[in-house]
């Protein structure tokens, strides 16, 4: 059998201090496993530039050749946006691919067990940490607290994958299917079935440059994840609504029966808390359905996440 042709996609915003690092140990590995008949000889790497501000493109300009494509956007979209310009430019154009991040924490030598499972006959391979390297206390806590948010949601993730991952080029056709503008790739993949396997690595830390994944836009995947996956939230405001309105008929009575009594003392902590009480709640479930109609919106306008500026290939 032919080997299959192997793609690699890979995300890229500022990173001029570590491309040149990773574009060679990829050529090395794919020469390797074109050595071992693993691959394809026309195998390659296809770098999305994510609208970066350094040199970043120069660098990879200067590597372009038959087995070093670029795609360069035309601005920053986002990682989650630059993957998927990735994904529909190598459909058809692979027999599968893997996604990593372009500052290489993920092991790449764990590629070889994608692509074991990927012969066997699997067409969705999910890369997951086994340890999160130096990450710090706050990331892996965040990172813990969603997984464990999204799982009491019903929706499902893989634990500790993000976005290191082969799919086969049917699974690409698939996925082409999907037409949505709030994309959250780590929940598609796992309700899309198929057969999949699972490959197990340690994340090194990062060799240079520092994470282009701030605080902000943690907490804006997680939203955006929450969001195109679950309906929950709307239903807690409901049953946080119907329990404030329990609560309300509770008090009448109890006013009532302080009236009746005739016990009515000019009462301030009973006005101004129901008051605050209440606002809170109000703004809460504004605040929800908000996100909610926001992606309404978004998703209405169909407008396309990114745009190519240029293919170097
Ligand atoms: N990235 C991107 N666009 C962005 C932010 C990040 O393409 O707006 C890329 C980045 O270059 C890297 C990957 O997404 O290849 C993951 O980012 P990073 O390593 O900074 O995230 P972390 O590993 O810290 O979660
Ligand atoms: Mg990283």
Same mark, same amino acid.
């Given at each position: 059998?032919?080997?299959?042709?192997?793609?690699?996609?890979?995300?890229?915003?500022?990173?001029?201090?570590?491309?040149?690092?990773?574009?060679?140990?990829?050529?090395?590995?794919?020469?390797?496993?074109?050595?071992?008949?693993?691959?394809?000889?026309?195998?390659?790497?296809?770098?999305?530039?994510?609208?970066?501000?350094?040199?970043?493109?120069?660098?990879?300009?200067?590597?372009?050749?038959?087995?070093?494509?670029?795609?360069?956007?035309?601005?920053?979209?986002?990682?989650?946006?630059?993957?998927?310009?990735?994904?529909?430019?190598?459909?058809?154009?692979?027999?599968?691919?893997?996604?990593?991040?372009?500052?290489?924490?993920?092991?790449?030598?764990?590629?070889?067990?994608?692509?074991?499972?990927?012969?066997?006959?699997?067409?969705?391979?999910?890369?997951?940490?086994?340890? /999160?390297?130096?990450?710090? =206390?706050?990331?892996?806590?965040?990172?813990?607290? #969603?997984? $464990?948010?999204?799982?009491? %949601?019903?929706?499902?993730?893989?634990?500790?994958?993000?976005?290191?991952?082969?799919?086969?080029?049917?699974?690409?056709?698939?996925?082409?299917?999907?037409?949505?503008?709030?994309?959250?790739?780590?929940?598609?993949?796992?309700?899309?079935?198929?057969?999949?396997?699972?490959?197990?690595?340690?994340?090194?830390?990062?060799?240079?440059?520092?994470?282009?994944?701030?605080?902000?836009?943690?907490?804006?995947?997680?939203?955006?994840?929450?969001?195109?996956?679950?309906?929950?939230?709307?239903?807690?405001?409901?049953?946080?609504?119907?329990?404030?309105?329990?609560?309300?008929?509770?008090?009448?009575?109890?006013?009532?029966?302080?009236?009746?009594?005739? /016990?009515?003392?000019?009462? =301030?902590?009973?006005?101004?808390?129901?008051?605050? #009480?209440? $606002?809170?709640?109000?703004? %809460?479930?504004?605040?929800?359905?908000?996100?909610?109609?926001?992606?309404?919106?978004?998703?209405?306008?169909?407008?396309?996440?990114?745009?190519?500026?240029?293919?170097?290939?």
């Amino acid at each position: 059998m032919r080997p299959p042709l192997l793609a690699i996609v890979l995300p890229c915003y500022n990173e001029s201090a570590i491309i040149t690092s990773t574009v060679e140990r990829l050529q090395q590995l794919l020469n390797d496993y074109v050595a071992q008949s693993l691959i394809a000889a026309e195998s390659y790497l296809l770098f999305v530039d994510d609208g970066s501000r350094d040199n970043t493109l120069e660098l990879l300009r200067q590597h372009k050749s038959a087995q070093v494509k670029t795609l360069k956007l035309s601005a920053n979209c986002g990682h989650q946006s630059a993957l998927l310009a990735g994904m529909h430019f190598v459909t058809g154009k692979c027999d599968c691919m893997i996604s990593m991040d372009a500052d290489l924490q993920d092991d790449i030598n764990c590629t070889k067990a994608m692509l074991e499972a990927y012969l066997r006959g699997a067409q969705l391979v999910y890369g997951v940490r086994q340890s /999160r390297g130096n990450d710090t =206390w706050f990331k892996r806590k965040t990172a813990l607290w #969603f997984y $464990g948010l999204m799982h009491k %949601l019903g929706v499902n993730l893989v634990y500790n994958h993000a976005d290191f991952r082969l799919l086969s080029n049917q699974v690409l056709h698939e996925f082409g299917r999907y037409r949505e503008v709030n994309l959250f790739l780590r929940g598609i993949f796992p309700r899309m079935g198929f057969t999949n396997a699972t490959v197990y690595y340690d994340r090194q830390d990062r060799t240079a440059g520092e994470t282009k994944y701030p605080f902000r836009k943690m907490l804006n995947l997680a939203v955006n994840g929450i969001t195109s996956f679950s309906n929950v939230p709307l239903k807690i405001i409901t049953y946080v609504g119907f329990l404030v309105f329990i609560g309300s008929l509770l008090a009448s009575f109890w006013v009532i029966f302080v009236i009746l009594t005739g /016990r009515n003392a000019p009462g =301030w902590a009973s006005i101004t808390l129901p008051i605050y #009480f209440l $606002g809170g709640v109000q703004l %809460l479930a504004l605040g929800i359905l908000g996100e909610y109609i926001s992606r309404i919106y978004l998703e209405t306008k169909q407008r396309p996440v990114y745009h190519i500026e240029e293919v170097i290939e």
